[in-house]
């Protein structure tokens, strides 16, 4: 979606038509795609101006390209080792704002109108050069230069012009003085003038456009309930988002439940934030509560990653799944925050789709097709009761600890949160080396991808709480945790008739699990049964008590018989689907996205 500014005005603009009455200039953002621009908190601006003063060295510029007073826009960019936004100002890139993994601070590449305002003023550093061209990768030597304010630390951005003013660029300080040409393009003119601006205000412009939204979305709402007739439930975070589908489905004037899922890692703000939303509302709130799960699973799956996400399940899916189907057995509707635009998977999801998690129950994303801007012009517009912690300089809200933050983030949390960072921070050290934890090395078990590694090298192999070997129809497993023996022997009816101590006259082969020095040996006909045994195995040593895997037996087959691992099989109405070790995160994390090694 396109995103204009209005010059009279200085604010943004989601629909030139429906202001045109306010508005006579507008000029198009131009924005990276995929374009879900956000505005930026004071504590952004403080960020954005301090990164510009770590940067180019000059509070008058930071004050010149990061205003308090008006509105400023982020837009996530892809590209850099860690966090970074485009920063629009009055309808303009100015920079880029990134955070430097090696510093562990911000930095400004300023661009366009940022270059054009730092030339013109001769403000930060800058420089003149005797060049007709700026080809990009080229080293301007410094006897080139004609005029300038050079850095004298190396590798900081220096604003570039050729001597007769037709082209700027952005370059980098390297050895020897020479002027290293990152970017460059047609000259642009200096930010225009200013004026005071404020996100109300912007709310205001763009009335008719959020209602509108709003209006679509509680229709599709209404529909969803009328054709599916199961109670409604709102999912909510403490997220901006959620906020949004929770307001919106209190105007469909359908009757609706809250759900929350404490994580035991949230915010402090966010609980504080839960009861205005309570009060506010006024609908009955489920709490499905993780307690202190993610600590006890940590000690078992080790840390999570991005590429080891057992975390998801254990508190989130878990105690979701058991919560809501306790209350709601025949099903329900969950309307949720979703939107296409935070990432590339959810851009593919659907409006309406079936539950993964709890059977008979239907999602509703009614904001799929909104941007972030949307989404806070409207809280703005309805002066919603938004969850504080975004004023800290979080554009995201949810486990703080999660793997999928970035640096930029983690930081963030160790100066907002320092009783659980350092909560985790001890819990990292357990199984990682200092720098590991400091680089964040611990967020991925597998390769490290390129933009962070060639930053850092992990020290040393991040060790799995299982490790597996895989030879033809046969497998070795080392787990740091013992099997219980009697639900081991339990599992094991899943694949056949078991005989002897652990030996399963199986439906597809013979399987056989034997001790074999510090690990098992599993010998089968065929691979695949060898790696659901495996698979059984290890759930017979590590459960992270989410009991997902009751919840998705089709037949009642699997049943907890006490807390930890002891479960039992009924194998006069178990089917051998597997289906539950497809929702175990110990067997599906541990055993089928390791990276077995052949012999």
Request: net charge neutral; hydrophobic share 40%.
């Given at each position: 979606?396109?995103?204009?500014?209005?010059?009279?005005?200085?604010?943004?603009?989601?629909?030139?038509?429906?202001?045109?009455?306010?508005?006579?200039?507008?000029?198009?953002?131009?924005?990276?795609?995929?374009?879900?621009?956000?505005?930026?908190?004071?504590?952004?601006?403080?960020?954005?101006?301090?990164?510009?003063?770590?940067?180019?060295?000059?509070?008058?510029?930071?004050?010149?390209?990061?205003?308090?007073d008006?509105?400023?826009?982020?837009?996530?960019?892809?590209?850099?080792?860690?966090?970074?936004?485009e920063?629009?100002?009055?309808?303009?890139?100015?920079?880029?704002?990134?955070?430097?993994?090696?510093?562990?601070?911000?930095?400004?590449?300023?661009?366009?109108?940022?270059?054009?305002?730092?030339?013109?003023?001769?403000?930060?550093?800058?420089?003149?050069?005797?060049?007709?061209?700026?080809?990009?990768?080229?080293?301007?030597?410094?006897?080139?230069?004609?005029?300038?304010?050079?850095?004298?630390?190396?590798?900081?951005?220096?604003?570039?012009?050729?001597?007769?003013?037709?082209?700027?660029?952005?370059?980098?300080?390297?050895?020897?003085?020479r002027?290293?040409?990152?970017?460059?393009?047609?000259?642009?003119?200096?930010?225009?003038?200013?004026?005071?601006?404020?996100?109300?205000?912007?709310?205001?412009l763009?009335?008719?456009?959020?209602?509108e939204?709003?209006?679509?979305?509680?229709?599709?709402?209404?529909?969803?309930?009328?054709?599916y007739?199961?109670?409604?439930?709102?999912?909510?975070?403490?997220?901006?988002?959620?906020?949004?589908?929770?307001?919106l489905?209190?105007?469909?004037?359908?009757?609706?439940?809250?759900?929350?899922?404490?994580?035991?890692?949230?915010?402090?703000?966010?609980?504080?934030?839960?009861?205005?939303?309570?009060?506010r509302?006024?609908?009955?709130?489920?709490?499905?509560?993780?307690?202190?799960?993610?600590?006890?699973?940590?000690k078992?799956?080790?840390?999570?990653?991005?590429?080891?996400?057992?975390?998801?399940?254990v508190?989130?899916?878990?105690?979701?799944?058991?919560?809501?189907?306790?209350?709601?057995?025949?099903?329900?509707?969950?309307?949720?925050?979703?939107?296409?635009?935070?990432?590339?998977?959810?851009?593919?999801?659907?409006?309406?789709?079936?539950?993964?998690?709890?059977?008979?129950?239907?999602?509703?994303?009614?904001?799929?097709?909104?941007?972030?801007?949307?989404?806070?012009l409207?809280?703005?517009?309805?002066?919603?009761?938004?969850?504080?912690?975004?004023?800290?300089?979080?554009?995201?809200?949810?486990?703080?600890v999660?793997?999928?933050?970035?640096?930029?983030?983690?930081?963030?949390?160790?100066?907002?949160?320092?009783d659980?960072?350092?909560?985790?921070?001890?819990?990292?050290g357990?199984?990682?080396?200092?720098?590991?934890?400091?680089?964040?090395?611990?967020?991925?078990?597998?390769?490290?991808?390129g933009?962070?590694?060639?930053?850092?090298?992990?020290?040393?192999?991040?060790?799995?709480?299982?490790?597996?070997?895989?030879?033809?129809?046969?497998v070795?497993?080392?787990?740091?945790?013992?099997?219980?023996?009697?639900?081991?022997?339990h599992?094991?009816?899943?694949?056949?008739?078991?005989?002897?101590?652990?030996?399963?006259?199986?439906?597809?082969?013979?399987?056989k699990?034997?001790?074999?020095?510090?690990?098992?040996?599993?010998?089968?006909?065929?691979?695949k049964?060898?790696?659901?045994?495996?698979?059984?195995?290890?759930?017979?040593?590590?459960?992270?008590?989410?009991?997902?895997?009751?919840?998705?037996?089709?037949?009642?087959?699997?049943?907890?018989?006490?807390?930890?691992?002891?479960?039992?099989?009924?194998?006069?109405?178990?089917?051998?689907?597997?289906?539950?070790?497809?929702?175990?995160?110990?067997?599906q994390?541990?055993?089928?996205?390791?990276?077995?090694?052949?012999?």
């Amino acid at each position: 979606m396109a995103v204009y500014w209005c010059t009279d005005l200085n604010l943004p603009v989601l629909n030139p038509r429906k202001v045109a009455d306010e508005c006579s200039d507008f000029v198009e953002v131009k924005l990276t795609q995929p374009a879900d621009p956000r505005p930026a908190f004071p504590a952004d601006v403080e960020i954005t101006r301090q990164a510009v003063l770590n940067e180019l060295g000059n509070a008058e510029l930071a004050e010149e390209l990061i205003p308090l007073d008006e509105v400023v826009l982020l837009n996530k960019i892809p590209g850099y080792a860690d966090q970074a936004d485009e920063v629009v100002v009055r309808g303009k890139t100015v920079g880029h704002r990134f955070y430097d993994v090696l510093e562990r601070r911000w930095r400004f590449r300023p661009l366009y109108e940022g270059v054009a305002t730092m030339l013109a003023e001769r403000l930060g550093y800058w420089a003149v050069v005797d060049m007709a061209e700026l080809p990009e990768g080229y080293d301007i030597h410094p006897d080139r230069v004609v005029e300038g304010s050079l850095p004298e630390e190396k590798f900081r951005h220096v604003a570039i012009s050729t001597r007769d003013g037709r082209l700027h660029g952005v370059a980098k300080l390297f050895r020897g003085g020479r002027l290293h040409v990152v970017k460059s393009w047609r000259a642009k003119t200096p930010l225009p003038r200013g004026r005071p601006s404020t996100l109300r205000e912007a709310a205001e412009l763009n009335r008719e456009h959020i209602e509108e939204l709003a209006e679509e979305a509680i229709s599709f709402i209404r529909e969803v309930a009328e054709k599916y007739k199961k109670p409604l439930v709102v999912s909510y975070s403490g997220g901006k988002d959620s906020l949004v589908a929770l307001d919106l489905a209190a105007r469909s004037g359908l009757k609706f439940h809250i759900y929350f899922n404490d994580t035991g890692l949230e915010p402090p703000e966010t609980y504080e934030n839960l009861k205005a939303v309570r009060e506010r509302y006024g609908a009955e709130v489920i709490v499905g509560a993780a307690g202190d799960r993610f600590w006890r699973a940590m000690k078992l799956f080790g840390p999570p990653a991005r590429d080891y996400r057992w975390c998801c399940k254990v508190i989130k899916l878990g105690p979701t799944t058991e919560a809501l189907k306790a209350k709601f057995p025949q099903g329900h509707i969950s309307v949720v925050g979703q939107r296409g635009a935070e990432s590339f998977l959810r851009a593919k999801l659907p409006k309406i789709s079936q539950s993964k998690w709890v059977a008979g129950s239907v999602v509703a994303a009614p904001l799929q097709e909104w941007t972030a801007l949307e989404v806070w012009l409207y809280i703005f517009l309805h002066k919603l009761p938004y969850n504080p912690a975004y004023e800290r300089g979080f554009d995201r809200l949810g486990c703080v600890v999660c793997p999928a933050n970035e640096l930029a983030e983690l930081d963030n949390v160790k100066r907002s949160y320092p009783d659980i960072y350092e909560k985790m921070e001890a819990a990292l050290g357990e199984r990682f080396a200092e720098k590991e934890v400091e680089m964040g090395l611990w967020r991925w078990r597998g390769k490290i991808p390129g933009d962070m590694a060639r930053w850092v090298k992990r020290e040393k192999g991040a060790g799995l709480p299982v490790r597996l070997r895989v030879d033809g129809g046969g497998v070795e497993v080392e787990m740091d945790a013992e099997p219980d023996p009697a639900t081991l022997r339990h599992l094991l009816k899943m694949l056949g008739a078991v005989e002897g101590e652990y030996e399963v006259r199986g439906k597809r082969s013979a399987v056989k699990l034997e001790r074999r020095g510090s690990g098992w040996a599993i010998s089968a006909g065929d691979g695949k049964t060898a790696l659901d045994a495996a698979g059984l195995l290890v759930r017979s040593a590590i459960c992270g008590d989410c009991d997902l895997c009751v919840h998705w037996c089709p037949t009642g087959a699997l049943k907890r018989t006490g807390p930890g691992r002891r479960f039992e099989v009924d194998e006069n109405k178990c089917i051998g689907c597997l289906l539950c070790s497809a929702a175990c995160p110990a067997a599906q994390y541990l055993v089928y996205r390791n990276e077995a090694s052949p012999r």
